[in-house]
Nanobody
């Protein structure tokens, strides 16, 4: 059984930074693709960033490019999302997700962590 647990959300003023973490238990990230998604009130869940654990290739939504950085720590089996220059429109519940091998969809999801950016 795989469990993903996010941490690091909170309340921050616009222009500030937060660092989210996603810890996995039950399986190592080793051959996975790990992603971050977010869902704002009244909106659909949207892709934020992802990383291929093996090789470290990253992908970002246009809305966060240059501000957010996704990374991985294999020793800790943890992924992180460094969020800088935060804007009020970044306010959402942030979820980490993971898929392994040839899986086309993200199979495992965390419970989410709230990020609130005020102006």
């Amino acid at each position: 059984q795989v469990h993903l647990v996010e941490s690091g959300g909170g309340l921050v003023q616009a222009g500030g930074s937060l660092r989210l973490s996603c810890a996995a238990s039950g399986r190592t990230f080793g051959t996975s693709n790990m992603g971050w998604f977010r869902q704002a009130p009244g909106k659909e869940r949207e892709f934020v960033a992802s990383i291929r654990w093996s090789g470290g290739t990253t992908f970002y939504a246009d809305s966060v490019k240059g501000r957010f950085t996704i990374s991985r720590d294999s020793a800790k089996n943890t992924g992180t999302l460094q969020m800088n220059s935060l804007k009020p429109e970044d306010t959402a519940v942030y979820y980490c997700a993971a898929r392994w091998g040839a899986a086309a969809v993200y199979e495992y999801w965390g419970q989410g962590t709230q990020v609130t950016v005020y102006s």
